[in-house]
């Protein structure tokens, strides 16, 4: 009898600590998905944004009409370099990179933004900034009415 109690009583004691290794694994798990959640999430942030700019941007180029076709009624188109020009200008003022493209008929301006996030959590598993990028377009309308209201 005095050897069943020996075991009973060692068997106890061997468990101890096992619930330490399980809680230990949980909160790594819970980090690992609270940090993804957070650079998930603000890497849309940085999506959205980077989309922000390149349709500012794309706006900016569509404001460069070139003026001899349109006072002589040609036709309403934007001049080529000066577009390109102000939309490379807007992206600069916002601390953007990106690229600028004009339609061959010279009524939309296409802008790709081109960025990064930094990340806060991921960087812990070696993934230290995630890439960006953002598109805006901007067509010329000219000589076109809004629909009136209920229709």
Known sequence: MFVSHRLGERARFDDRGGITVFVAVCVVALIGIIGVAVDGGSKMRAVERADFIAAEAARAG??????????????????PADAVAAARSYLSSVGATG???????????????????????????????????????????????????GS
Not at 62 to 79: H, L, R, T
Not at 103 to 116: E, I, P, R
């Open 62 to 79: 569509g404001q460069a009409i070139d003026p001899a076709k349109a006072i002589s009624g040609e036709a309403v188109v934007v001049d």
């Open 99 to 149: 690229t600028v493209s004009v339609s061959g008929d010279g009524k939309s301006l296409t802008v790709t933004v081109n960025d990064a996030y930094d990340t806060k959590f991921l960087s812990v598993v070696g993934i230290g900034s995630l890439t960006v990028a953002g598109h805006g377009e901007a067509t010329l309308l000219y000589g076109v009415t809004a629909p009136e209201e």
